[in-house]
Nanobody, 122 residues
Framework: VQLQASGGGLMQAGGSVKLSCAAS????????MAWFRQAPGKERDFVTA????????SYADSVKGRFTISRDNARNTVYLQMNSLKPEDTAVYYC????????????????WGQGTQVTVSS
């Protein structure tokens, strides 16, 4: 499956943005999906994930209550709604897929899209 993330840009602190991850080549129906991010000079970190069935989600503590992951299998797309943005959310955001993934931070994702840059100014 090929993944294409989009929707990033320059945002103001306190604002909102919705990222999209569109899949091609295969249906996303049986894939657990996740978002990761990588800030300059730092390792790539887990942000959030959703199970293949859509019945389980997990979030990093730093984004709980502010970010929401969702999926639309009919559109073969996964979304990341980001609210109450902070400068520390600045990073390249990547989407990833795992066959029958359970939406856990510990899942090993073997399909990755290219990133989309999110920059939050204070």
């Amino acid at each position: 499956v090929q993944l294409q993330a989009s929707g990033g840009g320059l945002m103001q602190a306190g604002g909102s943005v919705k990222l999209s991850c569109a899949a091609s080549g295969r249906t996303l129906t049986y894939y657990g999906m996740a978002w990761f991010r990588q800030a300059p000079g730092k390792e790539r970190d887990f942000v959030t994930a959703i199970s293949w069935a859509g019945d389980s989600t997990s979030y990093a503590d730093s984004v709980k209550g502010r970010f929401t992951i969702s999926r639309d299998n009919a559109r073969n797309t996964v979304y990341l709604q980001m609210n109450s943005l902070k400068p520390e959310d600045t990073a390249v955001y990547y989407c990833a897929a795992r066959w029958y993934g359970l939406g856990l931070p510990t899942d090993e994702y073997d399909n990755w899209g290219q990133g989309t840059q999110v920059t939050v100014s204070s």
